[in-house]
């Protein structure tokens, strides 16, 4: 009788360590799951805060001309909207160019109508925008330039 109790304890004893131990496992798994998706969501806007400060610079040095801007990066333009002219330009998930229909980031270039500054200078205002196709903004800010 008392050889088969102790193996019942043995038996509960080993049933309770698996248990644990599943729960200490599932929870290491989750912990790396949410670390794998930040990683990718730093690495995503990491990469459109490079595509849009590359865009900003070549709105200055194009003196905020869409059509210059559509050249240099290789961008489809369209002349001016009621918003402005866009350049946009898509990306695919590994930041690659691409056509429209395999994209997975977006970057838009807006260039607005110029403008007379308070000094009576011409300026040319713009928004640089990356996101994802689905709508989901990652970066966005304000550019000028002065017009010569």
């Known amino acids: 009788m008392t050889q088969r109790s102790k193996s019942t304890l043995f ?5 309770i360590v698996i248990a644990v131990f599943a729960i ?3 929870a290491c798994v989750s912990i790396l799951t949410a670390a794998y998706f930040y990683t990718d969501d730093s690495s995503s806007t990491s990469n459109a805060f490079i595509r849009a400060e590359s865009a900003a610079e070549v709105f200055k040095a194009s003196d905020g001309d869409y059509t210059k801007i ?15 002219s866009v350049v946009t330009i898509f990306y ?11 994209a997975s980031y977006v970057l838009r270039v807006l260039v607005n109508s110029p403008a007379q500054n ?3 200078k011409s300026i040319i205002t713009g928004e640089v925008s990356v ?3 689905t709508g989901e903004e990652l970066v966005s800010f ?5 017009t010569k």
């Open 11 to 15: 038996l509960i004893e080993q049933l």
């Open 24 to 26: 200490c496992a599932t």
């Open 70 to 84: 559509a050249s240099i990066l290789k961008g489809s333009a369209v002349p001016g909207t009621s918003n402005g």
């Open 92 to 102: 695919d998930s590994s930041w690659a160019e691409v056509s429209e229909y395999g």
């Open 118 to 120: 308070s000094q009576g």
């Open 131 to 133: 996101g994802r196709i």
């Open 142 to 146: 304000p550019v000028a330039a002065r």
